[in-house]
DNA sequence: TTTCCACCTTAGAATTACTCCAAGTTTGGA
DNA sequence: TCCAAACTTGGAGTAATTCTAAGGTGGAAA
């Protein structure tokens, strides 16, 4: 008759402590711009770039600026709390707060990213870190080409069946 | 006492074999400097940008534009015959025609790309191609940090041994 | 709770990698 | 050899990202 009281966090829920938790550790402040940022860092799979991040942000901050997203990012990165996986056609750098072990597959043409589960890749970061010598402080597994829905565009466009 | 007059292609020579002739195939033409950037970009390891290939190439080509090195890069990137694998802390792109199986070791703080051999990269590309529906044209493996002499460097700057 | 300052945010200017353009040149097939 | 399509070039243009100076605030300490 009694429930179990077993809230089980979101995946997302977990991502958001651990992007503050990183910001409290390093000593840096929890200012509310920043709670917003990561918040909907932690709350997406769209791998959102700075611009991104910013016009969904904004509603709620009127007053956010560009700068306070770009230097939230900067120093997520730094932390190594967030990956930056570069670009995907368009000239911007796409973030991703999922640090589980996958790969990121980038549509040139939409300039979509989306991810790929892959168990493969925990081994991966495992030799790297071990092998490499390297402080690492984040990666950027994507592989780049065209999604099937801009297959199916480029084959009408062109006759070549 | 006949020689067996086999010559092994060495590696750099190979990769410039097969980026003039993914031009050649793509039905594009073979000018002097796409030659040269093309024998730049494959008898280094060094992984550069845009304009270091540019200041590498400009002595050979005192006329070479950088719009050329531009234009001949995305070319080979929408070829898949050079990876485009994203910044190292510039803000530039840094490209590799290196098309073995391998992860590349940014370093955050000397700008620096080196590989690091990696057998698993080859079945992690097989199961990208075979499992993700997209056409892939190629991949950005990455893991950026501090590499060994800069975390020296980092070390000797801040007092905490 | 109040104080206080090092850290933050902000608007806008500055930087710069990269793209675009128009005019002149070249490649490579016919 | 001839030529049209493709290419190169210098310079202007674009836009993502960084920088800066002035005013605001989180949070530790009293
Ligand atoms: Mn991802
Ligand atoms: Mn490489
Ligand atoms: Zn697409
Ligand atoms: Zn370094």
Do not use: W
């Amino acid at each position: 008759m009694n429930e179990v009281l077993v809230r089980v966090s979101s995946e997302a829920q977990q991502r958001e402590a651990r992007l503050l938790q990183a910001l409290r550790d390093a000593g840096l402040r929890l200012t509310p711009q920043r709670r917003a940022i990561c918040h909907y860092l932690a709350h997406t799979d769209a791998h959102p770039t700075a611009q991104q991040i910013f016009a969904a942000v904004k509603p709620e901050f009127p007053s956010l600026s560009l700068a306070t997203v770009y230097n939230t990012l900067d120093a997520l990165v730094r932390l190594g709390a967030v990956h930056a996986l570069g670009g995907a056609g368009d000239g911007a750098i796409h973030y991703d707060a999922d640090l589980r072990p996958h790969v990121n597959l980038a549509c040139l043409q939409c300039h979509r990213m989306v991810d790929l589960p892959c168990e493969a890749v925990a081994d991966l970061n495992r030799r790297v870190t071990a092998e490499s010598g390297y402080r690492i402080l984040g990666a950027r597994l994507v592989y780049y080409g065209l999604c099937p829905d801009c297959q199916r565009t480029a084959r009408e466009a062109s006759p070549t069946p």
